[in-house]
Structures are given as C-alpha cells and as structure tokens.
C-alpha cells in the first residue's frame, strides 16, 4: 500500500482559480439597482444599462421568477456574482429568431425542457395526449417541443455557431446515456 501523502496527484497542485471553471471566467461586477425580474427582452435588459448578455437561459417554462423555477433560482444566482443574465421562456422552436432576441451571449446558452420532461409533460403513460401543461400560461399545451433539450440546443447552434451550450435539467439527466425510448419503442442515443 502507497501512503496517501506519497502520491503524486498534478490535480492536488492547482490552485482554486484553476479547479473553478467559474471562478476563471472574467465576470463583470454589478450591483442590483432593483429587484426587477430578469430581462426577457434586449429593452429590458437595456433599461439596466447592458448591450450584451453573458448567459442566456432557454427554457421550456414560463418565466416565472420564484424559487421553484430552477432558471429563476439559477439566473439570480449567476446575476449577483456580477454576470448579466437574460431568459428566453417557451420560444418557438420552428426558427432561431427567439434565440437571437439579446444577440450572441459573450459565455454560453444554458438550456433546459423546465421542470418536467418534455415527454411526460406532453404525454401520459398510455401514451395519451395530455390537455394541458402545468408549466404554461393558462395550461396551454403546445409550446414546447418533444424532447425540448435537443430541439433548443439544435437552435441555440443554428443562431450562433461556436457558443457553448450547457444543457441542464430533468430531460438532459435522463438522457445522458444511450437509453431505451418509451414513447418511440427504440433505443435512443444520448
């Protein structure tokens, strides 16, 4: 047996700065004039003096900025260690021109279905069409695809080629691996 001190670990050499991916980026600080939502709009986001985001957030819910919405919780927290943050609620996913709302993000497109995966929210397990959607205004069904991660991760790639894009939630770790498909009887690639 080798003692643990004995080891040669390059990872165990690095400093903070180069463990944290986050704490490497260079973040504009900002202070919080107002306890506004976050800006779903460039004018929002103009209002409070930003020509250019840091992160957008795709998401396959409404906006709704409370604690139980992970891009709200997400956004705020990103937002007051000095990044600007804009969302993108329910976009139509049959052009890029939502994604292009606030312009090239300078760091990436974090995506997300929402709460619940896209298929579950849209089907029910005898493969029924559901009525409503629980995370829409009104329980409107219909505004978000199936499978949403790929779908606004595929856009988020059309509108500007080259950004990162973080995939997050539910639907993406559930799908992380090949696995089989419920609803297409099929296996499905990651």
């Known amino acids: 047996m080798t003692n643990s001190s004995t080891l040669s670990l390059p990872i165990l050499n690095l400093s903070d700065a180069e463990l944290d991916p986050l704490a490497a ?17 460039m004018a929002e986001a103009r ?22 919405f992970a891009s709200a919780i997400l956004g705020r927290v990103l937002e007051s260690a000095g ?32 709460n619940m995966d896209s298929m579950i929210n849209h089907y029910t397990a005898n493969r029924k069409v559901r009525n409503d959607d629980a995370y829409s205004p009104g329980g409107r069904i219909g505004l978000r695809p ?13 509108a500007y080629p080259g950004v990162p894009v973080i995939a997050g939630g539910v639907e993406a770790s559930l799908r992380r691996l090949a696995h089989y498909d419920y609803w297409s009887d099929k296996v499905r690639r990651s």
């Open 25 to 41: 980026l260079q973040a504009r600080q900002y202070t919080a004039r107002e306890r506004k939502p976050l800006p779903m709009t």
């Open 47 to 68: 209002e409070r003096g930003w020509d250019e985001l840091d992160i957008v957030f795709v998401t396959g819910d409404a906006y709704i900025d409370h604690p139980s």
């Open 83 to 114: 990044f600007r943050v804009g969302i993108v609620s329910q976009p139509d996913w049959r052009s890029c021109d939502a994604w292009r709302t606030f312009g090239k993000p300078r760091l990436y497109f974090a995506i997300s279905a929402g």
């Open 146 to 158: 199936d499978r949403a991660t790929l779908g606004y991760c595929q856009r988020s790639r059309e």
